[in-house]
């Protein structure tokens, strides 16, 4: 039968207001990430990245923030919108050359009108 | 931009018959892809790395015999689920990299019945 899933943490946000979603991530060698936003039904979609040797970038509306001293990554979206409601993952590189990605488990933006 | 196409979106199948799903980079040659599971209100579990012209590199636990992966061209890579199963069932998303960096499959929904 089907498994049973964890349940994905969700935020809830008013229209308007600023989201911030965060993500904690396992192996300190990574040193390329990558958040994605994932709609029902759908496959995931790139929003924005970072490299290790980064702590901040921006991009439309978004901004990613990365720490690597407690391995925390942060996605920041501006002026959150009704379309913005999605699943967002982010995903680490594990690096040694390899193009691996490990997924985190996922975050729930729920945007209220 | 870059794109992936899945086929098909989703697909019932009977216990014990086997189901491909194809994964074709439109515009871009991809030597490799990425087949990822993910169950309901999961993240994306990677199962396995294609690489064309050679054998896919399988994560741990992910059987290579259940789960079937050719990439025979520089633009498609077919994961075939033999003998499916109930507990198969599940959302399969493929993707590709290029040089724009990785792009996603839309999904394909498996049900087993």
């Known amino acids: 039968g089907e498994s049973v899933g964890l349940h994905l943490p969700t935020l809830s946000v008013q229209e308007g207001d600023n989201s911030i979603i965060n993500c904690a991530y396992s192996?300190?060698?990574?040193?390329?990430f990558i958040w994605y936003k994932q709609e029902s039904g759908k496959g995931p979609q790139f929003i924005i990245d970072?490299?290790?040797?980064?702590d901040k970038r921006q991009g439309q509306r978004v901004t990613v923030l990365l720490n690597k001293t407690v391995k925390h990554l942060s996605l920041q979206i501006a002026a959150t919108q009704p379309g913005d409601s999605a699943v967002y993952f982010c995903?680490?590189?594990?690096?040694?050359?390899?193009?691996?990605?490990?997924f985190g488990t996922g975050t729930r933006l729920k945007v209220l009108a | 931009g870059a794109v992936v196409s899945q086929h098909p979106s989703w697909v019932i199948c009977k216990s014990g018959t086997s189901v491909k799903i194809e994964c074709r980079s439109l515009?871009?040659?991809?030597?490799?892809m990425f087949w990822y599971r993910q169950f309901p209100k999961q993240s994306l579990m990677l199962m396995a790395t294609?690489?064309?012209?050679?054998?896919?590199?399988?994560e741990q636990g992910v059987e290579k015999d259940k789960f079937l992966i050719n990439h025979a061209s520089l633009t498609l890579s077919t994961l075939t689920v033999t003998s499916a199963h109930p507990e198969d069932s599940s959302f399969y998303i493929c993707?590709?990299?290029?040089?724009?960096?990785?792009?996603f499959g839309s999904g394909t929904r498996l049900t087993v019945v």
């Open positions: 995903a680490e590189n594990i690096g040694g050359g390899t193009y691996k990605y490990i």
């Open positions: 294609s690489n064309e012209g050679s054998k896919a590199t399988y």
């Open positions: 993707s590709a990299r290029g040089r724009e960096g990785y792009t």
């Open positions: 515009d871009f040659q991809a030597t490799t």
């Open positions: 192996n300190s060698a990574s040193d390329y």
């Open positions: 970072i490299r290790s040797n980064m």
